[in-house]
């Protein structure tokens, strides 16, 4: 099974800038659809971004549309979001997830998971 672990996460200024990564081991994540997904105190989990097996495809959630970007380094085996023009309504803690490519897109339900990372942004 893959394991992945998060970093990047911090104190931001509102307007600022943050790149969170995922860092994965036990697999190569060419097998895997990759997502983040956030969590802020008190709130359900939020989905954030999702990228296929290849990293030809991405896909937004509306509200961080434009401003955050996700991309994969397979040979490195890690998944990044670069996320820019942070708002306070961006504070949560951020989560790493994969799913099987078998699937044929990203299944929630059978997703692996990370620890989290928190971000917090200031205004």
């Known amino acids: 099974q893959v394991q992945l672990v998060e970093s990047g996460g911090g104190l931001v200024q509102a307007g600022g800038s943050l790149r969170l990564s995922c860092a994965a081991s036990g697999r190569t994540i060419s097998n895997y659809y990759m997502a983040w997904f956030r969590q802020a105190p008190g709130k359900e989990r939020e989905f954030v971004a999702t990228i296929n097996w290849s990293g030809d495809t991405t896909n937004y959630a509306d509200s961080v549309k434009g401003r955050f970007t996700l991309s994969r380094d397979n040979a490195k085996n890690t998944l990044y979001l670069q996320m820019n023009n942070l708002k306070p309504e961006d504070t949560a803690i951020y989560y790493c997830?994969?799913?099987?490519?078998?699937?044929?897109?990203?299944?929630?339900?059978?997703?692996?998971w990370g620890q989290g990372t928190q971000v917090t942004v200031s205004s």
């Open positions: 997830a994969a799913s099987s490519r078998l699937f044929g897109r990203f299944k929630i339900d059978a997703a692996t």
